[in-house]
């Protein structure tokens, strides 16, 4: 399980401070540390070569650590030059820090349609400004709202305007960072397009290994809609065998992720073994020839990284390709490589190609998930001693899902903030289903169109699909099915952790200050959740969101709140932007209003256009509101702009004394100028919405 002493998995020792240096450089990734860092590192490894040669004038022999040290200083130091290096921004031609009135770009991923917009990265060639190109880099995310757009492909060269914006940030508390997601992809900007604003240039640019791989993903989609006619049966294929998303539904996802089953819609490690199970099958009799070995991995190696390109190059896939790679070469060479060294040898690989993969969740869930099965796996396997060999089997693959999701949980509740209270079940259930779905869709793929037998492999494929996805909505609907609404500070997540590998180690090594660690940094962890809870319950506020075109009023009262919104709790935008606030808050007890409807509850009253929550008060300004000057002033909070109301706050002010203005997104930017300007005439706090974070006030 463990290995007795670090020299058994070196690689993995010298992973470690290659990691640190990465996620020093994300965190400080400036060019202006670039110099400093190239000399620091240079001089150490001038040392260090220099000790190698004058090793017995200077006695190195009596301070054996001191290579060891200069060793993971040069592995930090390199880790961080890597993640510096490869952030396009430090790039002194990067496009946005050229003028541009139009550019060249070439697209560098497939284009998928949703939502009626087709969206994809490209790379951009070169700024053209005044008709004269200068060579650019960088990355640019696209969105295009034409339906000839859909005949675009990966390798195509557009020409379109200079207009790219920023990435937006989250507006609202617990939103999902999306400009943070695209930044560790080393995207920052953005371009919507609509009909006529680009122009296609060139095709077929790009590389042509991918192209080609792409193309025939396509095909394949293509056979798998001829004899495939249930949707959802289509899609999984398409995401189980080929790594092709786009047609997956919203049901389907849930269904999976809310099982712990969602991995298996990921192609991966699983997925490429089972390729290599099969390869290595059909080409036994090689073993039988001289050099049959070698020529079998020749065949192999190949076959399993075009499969990856094929899959769309996904860490894990990736991940899986150089451990299959690695312990393929080792067996040819009848050679013996510790799992976890094969391991760090395949993080080391990827991580050098793109460091900022280290910020992937697919890479962490994947790397941490082969960790527990090599590391955790066999402790498990060990809490049971079954004399019967088929229950042993059973539960050798029960431990393999226990160990997964043990040291998965961690990473997933910290992202996903939920977990699967079923997976075992799920996860047991699911490994003949994907094995016969892998095969029968394999053998349908590659072979030719050959009556009965196409329609029956095609048949078998489908009715597997339908099965899966029928048990695990069963399974999604079963009570108590998942736990939600865990949400982790960064603090607990680590807690988590170190409880994981102290109770772990106890039970291999039975060390008593394992487990006594391991009961004190649980006590920990009960103790910040509790405090976090109770703060949670013990605090009122109102949340005035971002929402864009939309209007999104929380008031939270403890564990109740109440929504004032025009979106219903099924949009996505409700589910993007509400939901996970709501969630965030420990909210159980969730009331939805229009923003036309009266409310009286026992914290909360609106009527008509004014709100009285507890102590606080506000009052709604829309275009319904009239102009009709009242005898008394009424006193209150918040002045609520929304919907792009014309009228002026003189008038306003004529009927209600406020002490903070709050000026919605749905307000045009026109009017919202038009107000600032006002507010700052009458020296009046005020809060803008649009394009700025959302405004939470606390309340007595």
Known sequence: MIANHKGEVPVVI??????LGISIGLSFSSGMYLMPLAVGFTSL??????????YARFKVYKKQWLGGIIIHLLLLLAGWIAAINNNELNNPIHFSKLPAQTQLVRINNEPQLKNGLIRFTASVIANINQKQPVAATGTLMITIKDSAAMQLNYGDELLIPGKYSPIDPPFNPAEFNYKKYLAHQNIYYQE???????????????????????ALRRQMIQKLKQQLHDPNAIAVASTLILGYKADLSEDVLQAYSKTGTIHVLSVSGAHVAIIWALLTFMLGFLNRVKHGRLIKAIIIIPVIWYYAMLTGFSPAVCRAAVMISTVIVGKTYS????????LAVSAFILLLYNPLLITDVGFQLSYLAVAGLVVLQPVVYTWFTINNKWVDKLWALCSVSIAAQVITFPLSAFYFHQFPVYFLFSNLFIVIPTAVIM?????YLLLPQIPYISTALAWILEKSILLMNYVLAWVEHLPFASINKIWLTATEYLLLYAIIIC???????????LLRTSIALTLLLAVSISIKQYRSYNTNSIAFLNLRKNTGIVFKNGNHAIVLSNLADTDKNYNYSIRPYLDSCKISDVALYQPNQDIQSGFLRKQDNFIQFRTQSIIIVNKDYTDTISLKKRKTDYLYITGNPKIQLAIVNKNHEYHTIIIDATNTPKTVQLIVDQAHALHTNYVVLKRNKSFVAASN
């Not at 010298?14 to 990691?19: I, K, M, R």
């Not at 109770?503 to 200050?513: G, I, N, P, Q, V």
């Open 192 to 214: 919507f397009l609509y009909p006529g604003q680009y122009r296609l240039v060139q095709s077929n640019t790009g590389n042509l290994f991918i192209a080609n791989a792409l």
């Open 14 to 19: 010298l992973l470690l401070p290659f990691l």
């Open 439 to 443: 095969y029968s869709g394999i053998f």
């Open 335 to 342: 050679r013996y490589i510790n799992n976890l060294n094969i």
């Open 503 to 513: 109770a772990f180690y106890f039970l291999y090594d039975r060390k008593t200050w």
């Open 45 to 54: 490894l001038f040392l260090f070569l220099l000790l190698n040669f004058y």
